[in-house]
């Protein structure tokens, strides 16, 4: 899907879309627990990876518009192959639950997610018994998830913590979870242990990021409902830094969610010589990249795992901020763009199957105009993204 952007200026109010890192972690809650409602659902297609992979572990599910009542027919014997796309949460989520739960399992996606990574786990896994057995296209794992001492590098994935942290309070015996420094992107681990608290798990935090996990905990029937996404609400704000005014409710200032901090990001490459931290937030790299190539310029620090993302976002966001006459120079652990005038880029800009390279190449087509080719990577986590865009004066245009 191609879409086209003319010159705009976005004005209006919108609700943020739900967010599907809470998404994530509460469905699986709810299939631990037996039975549940997961209320403000966007079926993105990270989102829906999970829930097939919930069916998977043994979960019906009933779903209307914006809601989700699982109800636990009891895990398989045997499960079938989890499924997860291209979503590298529920891969990671999913990986260390499945060993809790079974003798051996298999996990097929996208050859890009897999070939990202589950390094973590296969160095882990090999220390307590577990065989993970890797294709282009698939994992497989056999043997046990036991209780124990873990221990896992902070600067990699949140998730590999988060996977953790979901399947150890399952297991017999206690357990503690060392994250060792510098440990990055704190705050999606602040949102898995606040899930895990609403569904009656207990994990204590003895010292800064070492946890201890009780085991043999029974996760709690709840109905939970998900909280605005300050991930992708960052991509409509952006707009206001284009001449635009925009409003976008539900969100809360004082959620666990480390990209709450876009809008002081966005104040910030107001000014010149802006220097930006990323480490806590790799997710809002791409659409802070292209609001720095609008204004000023600026440097981001921490910017080294943008390279196992859907794409390499620090190369995907060059190669395109450079069809706007914008000149980036990428480092080890750093990025800097720099600011100056944008031109109409004079060939269709490319998504690099990455959503958020397509929403951060809207907020530049909106002032340059442009093409996006390859926009549908969007429904990856906000299929309503062009809807929303209408919906706030864009001019767009899709072509199929």
């Not at 930006?276 to 310029?297: M, N, Q, T, Y």
């Amino acid at each position: 899907m191609d879409v086209v952007i003319n010159p705009c200026k976005l004005r209006g109010c919108v609700k943020a879309p739900p967010s599907k890192s809470y998404a994530h972690r509460a469905l699986i809650c709810a299939a631990l627990a037996g039975s549940g409602t997961v209320e403000g659902i966007e079926y993105s297609q990270d989102v829906s990876a999970t829930l097939d992979c919930l069916q998977t572990l043994g979960a019906e599910t009933e779903r209307d518009i914006s809601a989700v009542k699982i109800i636990s027919r009891g895990a398989p014997e045997k499960p079938e192959i989890f499924n997860c796309r291209e979503s590298g949460s529920t891969l990671r989520f999913f990986i260390p639950v499945a060993a809790a739960l079974f003798d051996s399992a298999v996990f097929a996606g996208s050859e890009r997610l897999i070939e990202r990574g589950t390094g973590i786990y296969e160095k882990l896994f090999e220390q307590k018994g577990i065989k993970v057995e890797k294709s282009e296209t698939g994992i497989k794992i056999t043997g046990r998830l036991k209780s124990g001492e873990y221990e896992i590098a902070g600067n990699i994935s949140s998730q590999f913590a988060t996977g953790l942290l979901l399947a150890l309070p399952l297991v017999d015996g206690d357990s503690t979870l060392k994250i060792t420094p510098p440990v990055e992107s704190r705050p999606y681990i602040d949102i898995t242990l606040d899930v895990l608290e609403k569904y009656g798990i207990e994990i204590t935090e003895k010292e800064k990021n070492g946890f201890y996990i009780k085991g043999g905990q029974k996760y709690r029937e709840t109905a939970f409902d998900i909280p605005g996404d300050w991930s992708n609400a960052a991509n409509l704000l952006a707009f206001n830094y284009a001449g635009g005014s925009v409003e976008v409710t539900g969100l809360d200032e004082n959620s666990a969610q480390g990209d709450r901090i876009c809008a002081g990001a966005f104040e910030t490459l107001e000014n010149e010589n802006a220097v930006i931290d990323l480490s806590d937030c790799p997710d809002l790299a791409p659409v802070l990249f292209a609001v720095a190539a609008a204004k000023h310029g600026a440097v981001f620090t921490g910017t080294k795992r943008l390279a196992i993302k859907e794409s390499d976002r620090a190369s995907s966001m060059a190669e395109e901020l450079e069809k706007f006459g914008v000149k980036t120079e990428i480092a080890e652990n750093s990025v800097k763009i720099y600011g100056g005038t944008l031109k109409t880029p004079s060939q269709p800009l490319s998504a690099h199957n990455d959503h958020r390279i397509v929403m951060a190449l809207a907020f530049l087509a909106s002032i340059t105009g442009g093409k996006i080719r390859g926009a549908q990577a969007v429904e990856k986590s906000f299929p309503r993204f062009f809807e929303t865009l209408k919906s706030l004066g864009a001019e767009v245009r899709i072509e199929t």
